[in-house]
């Protein structure tokens, strides 16, 4: 993607230095693509990390930006973000996943496999990172069930996890109500934030086990 | 007493390890990258290691209120299999990392050949990236090594005031407070160093360039070491604000030579004589 000579970042809080540094920074990119490999670990130090009104952190938003500017596709862009992910600290490896659905505005899914390798681990800030639309536009549907089920065991909170109410269905209302029926046998609280999940469907008589949801009621 | 363990093996710990020393007043500590006991065999289970600690440990320190820094290298022991060495190929990628606050542990384990070459590698790396070197002295012949050890950091070039040398005791304190290095000691059962030894040090010695470590790891060790020999100053006279210093203040001086030592506020930090155990966890969720 060529980076054009406007300032693509006017919102972002820099110092002077940190926006020559991001503008050189995306020069570099555009123009020999390895640097990335030595600019994408640096960012934070070079920019900061505070806060954005979105809910990002300037460090992550800035590699977006590098990762944009990243004058590659298919094969070669697969490669070269997968190898930030694979060698990334899990700051650098957030800003990635974060940056799939820009990074694959075709919808081939090709980077799918980083959001699998995040959902194997254990880091719910990861986990968290994944879970976006790239994921639920992406994941098939029974891996995209187990990541549900995988938050409400970690205690993320679901209104972080991108396309619920999209691909909620009623096998996933099944699992959920299981795992109510059994925080309930052992005396353990539910978390209330699964219960929309639940109803839609077991009213529709499609499950088996509706019976099992009462604790959650 | 709040608390900066500027050496500790965390991957060896439990859970339990980090509430009490939570409880204790740790607030802060470096884990360098060292041996696991198991001999490696390939330079692939060093990078798990390493990415381990910048991405697991930290993550799970979080959870316990505790920030959590490290320093990577190729330690001394495993410097002596060839089949290890290209680890130094790789490592400056991970030295790029903001959670790497020195290049560490390197020194000597049986003072080969081999040792000496990986040894001023590493300290050369740690000049290339700007940063501080964690120097590990050997158990045996310690003094001989210890002088040894200054002499390749003379020769490298480094300047003194970034590298610290650890696990120090009577005899090799003097000489390496001379050079203009710091000096580290391990307070560690049975071996290296106790309280009342290390509070002798340091009215001896002064509190200048001094930092005490638990290098508490998968040995007989102890976690809370740092707190007990805060106690022991305490015990003997030593102020609250000798204690901080140690204990705090020139650890995180040390580490912050780096310019990667990004700790968080801590806010509601335990008072020098809090030891109840501490609620309200200011460290915000995700720990990296
Ligand atoms: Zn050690």
Redesign the pocket.
């Known amino acids: 993607m060529p980076n054009s000579g406007t300032a693509p970042h006017p919102s972002l809080p820099l110092t002077p230095e940190a926006r020559a540094w991001l503008d050189t920074a995306l020069t570099e990119i555009a123009t020999a693509p390895t640097t990335i490999r030595t600019l994408f670990p640096a960012v934070r130090r070079h920019c900061g990390r505070a806060p954005l009104p979105d809910g990002r952190t300037v460090d992550e938003a800035v590699r977006a930006l590098l990762l944009a500017a990243l004058p590659l596709r298919d094969q070669a862009l697969t490669d070269e973000v997968g190898a930030l992910h694979r060698y990334g600290d899990p700051a650098e490896q957030r800003a990635v996943l974060r940056a799939l659905p820009r990074l694959d505005p075709e919808g081939t899914g090709r980077f799918l496999d980083l959001v699998r390798q995040t959902l194997r681990g254990n880091d719910n800030t990861l986990i968290e990172a994944a879970l976006g639309p790239y994921a639920a536009a992406h994941l098939p549907a029974d891996e995209y069930r187990q990541a549900v089920l995988k938050c409400v065991f970690c205690e993320i909170p679901l209104a972080r996890v991108a396309g619920l109410d999209d691909r909620a269905d009623a096998e996933l209302a099944r699992m959920l109500g299981d795992f109510a029926s059994e925080r309930t046998a052992a005396g353990r609280p539910v978390p209330e934030d699964i219960a929309p999940f639940l109803h839609p469907f077991t009213t529709s008589g499609t499950t088996t086990s509706g019976t099992t949801i009462h604790g959650t009621e | 007493m709040r608390i900066f363990d500027p ?1 500790i ?1 965390m991957t060896s710990r439990t859970t339990d390890d980090y509430e009490a020393m939570h409880a204790a007043g740790v607030r802060a500590v470096v884990e ?1 990258a ?1 041996w696991l006991g198991q001999p490696r065999t390939s330079p692939e289970t060093f990078y798990d290691y390493f990415d381990s600690l910048l991405g697991w440990e930290p993550y799970r320190a979080a959870q316990f209120g505790i920030q959590h820094f490290c320093t990577i290298a190729l330690n001394p022991k495993e410097a002596n299999d060839p089949r290890c060495l290209p680890v130094l190929d790789e490592l400056p990628r991970y030295l790029a990392k903001d959670r790497v606050v020195a290049v560490g ?1 390197i020194g000597y384990d049986s003072m080969t050949k081999e040792e000496d070459e990986v040894l001023a590698r590493q300290l050369q790396l740690a000049v290339e990236h700007g940063l501080p070197a964690l120097v ?1 002295t050997p158990h045996r012949d310690k003094a001989a090594g210890t002088r040894r050890t200054l002499d390749v950091v003379r020769e490298s070039g480094i300047a003194p005031e970034l590298v610290v040398l ?1 696990h120090l005791n009577e005899l090799t304190v003097g000489m390496v407070l001379d050079s203009g290095c710091w000096a580290g000691f ?1 307070v560690y059962p049975k071996t290296k160093m106790s309280e009342d030894r290390m509070v002798r040090i340091l009215r001896e010695h002064g509190l200048d360039r001094v930092m005490v470590n638990s ?1 508490a ?1 998968w040995g007989s060790s102890d976690p809370l070491k740092t707190r007990k020999t805060g106690l022991a100053m305490l015990a003997d006279g030593f102020t609250a604000d000798d204690v901080d210093r140690v204990l705090w203040r020139n650890p995180v001086a040390f580490y912050d030579q780096s310019g990667r030592l990004d700790l968080d506020d801590t806010d509601g930090e335990p008072k020098p004589d809090d030891t109840s155990s501490f609620e309200g966890n200011s460290i915000r969720r995700g720990g990296e």
């Open positions: 050496h093996h360098p060292f542990e590990h650890d391990s290098a790891d």
